[in-house]
């Protein structure tokens, strides 16, 4: 069982940028690959980014690419998502997850926890 809880999110301007952490509970976290996805009102939840259990895989969304990275410390059993150069269409809840296979996924069901959620909104 692993519980997750995200945090960092907040009101940034078009061009600014967030960081957004995830910390997991559980002796196991090192043995999850973790993904962020966000949902935005009246759309389905959305793949961003994904890291392998290692941190040494990660894959991102086009939409996001280049400006967003993902990261993971193991041993604070925290994932990351540092945002940069956000846009207003950026503007959802995003929602941490842990998959408990190692190899990466972007679909929603490929995961089998998930955090609460942290808004992220960004004013033009």
């Known amino acids: 069982q692993v519980q997750l809880v995200e945090s960092g999110g907040g009101l940034v301007r078009a061009g600014g940028s967030l960081r957004l952490s995830c910390a997991a509970s559980?002796?196991?976290?090192?043995?999850?690959?973790m993904g962020w996805f966000r949902q935005a009102p009246g759309k389905e939840r959305e793949f961003v980014a994904a890291?392998?259990?290692?941190?040494?895989?990660?894959y991102y969304a086009s939409s996001v690419k280049g400006r967003f990275t993902i990261s993971r410390d193991n041993a604070k059993n925290t994932v990351y998502l540092q945002m940069n150069s956000l846009k207003p269409e950026d503007t959802a809840v995003y929602y941490c997850?842990?998959?408990?296979?190692?190899?990466?996924?972007?679909?929603?069901?490929?995961?089998?926890?998930w955090g609460q959620g942290t808004q992220v909104t960004v004013s033009s």
């Open positions: 997850a842990a998959r408990a296979n190692y190899g990466l996924g972007s679909k929603p069901y490929d995961y089998d926890y």
């Open positions: 559980g002796r196991t976290f090192s043995s999850y690959a």
């Open positions: 890291i392998s259990w290692s941190g040494g895989i990660t």
